[in-house]
């Protein structure tokens, strides 16, 4: 059984930064892309940054050169790095990963954690 865990949300205040990781674990033999998303009340869950296996990199246009996703593949680890945090960044956001496990290639999502950015 694969189980990502996420952690590195909070409360911050406008033009703070935040850290979130993610971290798949279980029976894991290979992990395609990975990714950040979120959902903020009353609005439908969005993609923040995802990363493909080799490094590629793509962003939401409202994030563009704020955030940064990166990922630690010895450890099946992906993280947001997230800068000059805007009260419209407040949201639960969810990491998700295309696992490669006993059961065959499936999409993982975590349980979300918590972001707002307010003063």
């Known amino acids: 059984q694969v189980q990502l865990v996420e952690s590195g949300g909070g409360l ?3 033009g703070g930064s935040l850290r979130l990781s993610c971290a798949a674990s279980g029976s ?3 992990i395609d892309a990975m990714g950040w998303f979120r959902q903020a ?3 439908q869950r969005e993609l923040v940054a995802g990363i493909g296996s080799g490094g590629t990199t793509n962003y939401a246009d409202s994030v ?3 955030f940064t996703i990166s990922r630690d593949n010895a450890k099946n680890t992906v993280y947001l790095q997230m800068n000059s945090l805007k009260p419209e960044d407040t949201a639960v956001y969810y990491c998700n990963a295309g696992v490669h496990g006993k059961t065959g290639p499936r999409l993982h999502w975590g349980q979300g954690t918590q972001v707002t950015v307010s003063s």
């Open 41 to 43: 009340p009353g609005k």
């Open 28 to 30: 894991i033999f290979k």
């Open 64 to 66: 563009k050169g704020r």
């Open 12 to 14: 911050v205040q406008p």
